[in-house]
């Protein structure tokens, strides 16, 4: 459960990294 959050979580950070879109980064943001 938690191992499966931290990956999804890379996996975000690795999409972010590889398409800096501004909705990503919205979401990112509080």
């Known amino acids: 459960m ?3 959050l931290f990956i999804k979580i ?3 950070f690795f ?3 590889n398409l800096p879109s501004p909705l990503v980064y ?3 943001t509080p």
């Open 2 to 4: 938690l191992s499966g």
């Open 10 to 12: 890379i996996h975000f």
């Open 15 to 17: 999409f972010h990294f």
């Open 26 to 28: 919205l979401m990112f």
